[in-house]
């Protein structure tokens, strides 16, 4: 006998979720991609809301009332487990895997905004930038545990879809994913008028969602920093630093540091950039009162954390954060004609003489033939 198991928006759901998920998970690690995992990330809060809605309202076998949930039947199914019980919804295994995944998803994302917040000070939590910044490390390490705990229920999930589809070829489990009918005697499911409402509101609201936050300078995605204008800030600054190189931020380096540069300028990283003494002091303040310590952006924390007990640095490519964040990036690039130098920071951040240096806005610039 042949039985309708998975509807249409089940089975559309489960789909969207798992294509959300993957997505999420390996944008995850590129810092130019932050908008896309985030985005993704957001539409996927989206679905698992809906899903465990569904699990109240759905049709039968959608519900977590037909889940086994039974700490008995499921040391049972994994005795039996060549000889097992069929079950037209989620088995005892499935079940637990599922019911986990759901609250592991949950917990993703929510860290994930969390984080997205805390640390790059974007999004919706954004505010939470300034009271927890010194956290963000923290909650990026529990953001990665939850997302690598995810990725093993989803090998586990897998696992069990094709160990079944080996041991039991005639139910046809793993086709019923695809077409929401499995080999088993048991009831079909139909969908009242409110079920199909509510699914298409829901998965359109997931897509939705992932496109405002992707294509529109949304509060989804928005960043709490604006640009500074360093020229209406310190004229000085800007005429003095920029005309010779990057007009690097000063949250990039601490106080020490930034002492230490100014009051050594005869012998400025082998140049004499000696200037009188009224604009000197002018600069030195500005640099010192906008160092790293009065900074809550990501790069100023970082920076500041590797360099501690060794604020003697005073060359931003010397700081281990700088090191770390570049050590993959081959050699080679930073001889190009293009860039010239690991100095050169406004050849890949735009962005960064308006004191941004932003994920999505890192550009290497490619070799010109």
Same mark, same amino acid.
């Given at each position: 006998?042949?039985?309708?198991?998975?509807?249409?928006?089940?089975?559309?759901?489960?789909?969207?979720f798992a294509a959300f998920i993957l997505t999420a998970y390996f944008s995850g690690d590129e810092d130019k991609l932050s908008t896309l995992h985030v985005s993704f990330g957001y539409a996927i809060g989206i679905?698992?809301?809906?899903?465990?809605?569904?699990?109240?309202?759905?049709?039968?076998? +959608?519900?977590?009332?037909?889940?086994? #949930?039974?700490?008995?039947?499921?040391?049972?199914?994994?005795?039996?487990?060549?000889?097992?019980?069929?079950?037209?919804?989620?088995?005892?295994?499935? +079940?637990?895997?599922?019911?986990?995944?759901?609250?592991?998803?949950?917990?993703?994302?929510?860290?994930?905004?969390?984080?997205?917040?805390?640390?790059?000070?974007?999004?919706?939590? +954004?505010?939470?930038?300034?009271?927890?910044?010194? $956290?963000?490390?923290?909650?990026?390490?529990?953001?990665?545990?939850?997302?690598?705990?995810?990725?093993?229920?989803?090998?586990?999930?897998?696992?069990?879809?094709?160990?079944?589809?080996?041991?039991?070829?005639?139910?046809?489990?793993?086709?019923?994913?695809?077409?929401?009918?499995?080999?088993?005697?048991?009831?079909?499911?139909?969908?009242?008028?409110?079920?199909?409402?509510?699914?298409?509101?829901? #998965?359109?609201?997931?897509?939705?969602?992932?496109?405002?936050?992707?294509?529109?300078?949304?509060? #989804?995605?928005?960043?709490?920093?604006?640009?500074?204008?360093?020229?209406?800030?310190?004229?000085?600054?800007?005429?003095?630093?920029?005309?010779?190189?990057?007009?690097?931020?000063?949250?990039?380096?601490?106080?020490?540091?930034?002492?230490?540069?100014?009051?050594?300028?005869?012998?400025?990283?082998?140049?004499?950039?000696?200037?009188?003494?009224?604009?000197?002091?002018?600069?030195? $303040?500005?640099?010192?009162?906008?160092?790293?310590?009065?900074?809550?952006?990501?790069?100023?924390?970082?920076?500041?954390?590797?360099?501690?007990?060794?604020?003697?640095?005073?060359?931003?490519?010397?700081?281990?954060?700088?090191?770390?964040?570049?050590? $993959?990036?081959?050699?080679?690039?930073?001889?190009?004609?293009?860039?010239?130098?690991?100095?050169?920071?406004?050849?890949?951040?735009?962005?960064?003489?308006?004191?941004?240096?932003?994920?999505?806005?890192?550009?290497?610039?490619?070799?010109?033939?």
């Open positions: 006998m042949r039985a309708y198991i998975w509807s249409l928006p089940t089975r559309v759901f489960h789909m969207m679905l698992v809301i809906y899903r465990i809605i569904w699990g109240f309202v759905g049709p039968s076998y +959608s519900r977590f009332s037909d889940f086994s #949930l039974h700490v008995k039947e499921l040391k049972e199914s994994v005795l039996n487990i060549f000889n097992h019980k069929k079950y037209a919804g989620h088995n005892p295994a499935a +079940s637990f895997v599922m019911i986990t995944m759901f609250a592991v998803v949950l917990l993703t994302v929510i860290t994930g905004i969390l984080t997205y917040g805390i640390q790059e000070g974007r999004g919706i939590l +954004s505010f939470l930038n300034t009271p927890y910044f010194k $956290e963000m490390k923290l909650f990026k390490e529990i953001h990665e545990f939850f997302s690598t705990f995810l990725m093993v229920l989803v090998a586990l999930h897998v696992s069990g879809v094709i160990f079944e589809r080996v041991m039991d070829k005639e139910t046809d489990t793993l086709g019923s994913i695809v077409n929401g009918h499995k080999n088993i005697d048991a009831p079909s499911v139909t969908l009242n008028l409110f079920q199909k409402i509510f699914s298409l509101l829901a #998965l359109g609201a997931a897509m939705d969602v992932l496109l405002y936050s992707l294509f529109f300078n949304s509060v #989804l995605t928005r960043s709490h920093y604006s640009p500074i204008s360093y020229q209406k800030e310190n004229s000085a600054f800007v005429a003095e630093c920029g005309s010779c190189h990057t007009l690097y931020p000063p949250s990039l380096l601490p106080r020490a540091s930034w002492s230490k540069m100014m009051d050594n300028l005869e012998d400025h990283f082998g140049e004499d950039a000696s200037l009188d003494e009224a604009t000197r002091v002018s600069i030195k $303040e500005y640099l010192m009162k906008n160092s790293a310590e009065s900074s809550t952006k990501e790069s100023a924390f970082y920076i500041l954390e590797s360099i501690k007990g060794n604020q003697d640095i005073i060359a931003i490519t010397q700081t281990p954060y700088w090191k770390k964040r570049h050590a $993959e990036i081959d050699k080679s690039i930073f001889s190009r004609n293009e860039i010239k130098s690991k100095a050169n920071c406004k050849a890949c951040h735009s962005d960064i003489e308006k004191g941004m240096i932003e994920d999505m806005n890192i550009k290497i610039p490619k070799i010109k033939a």
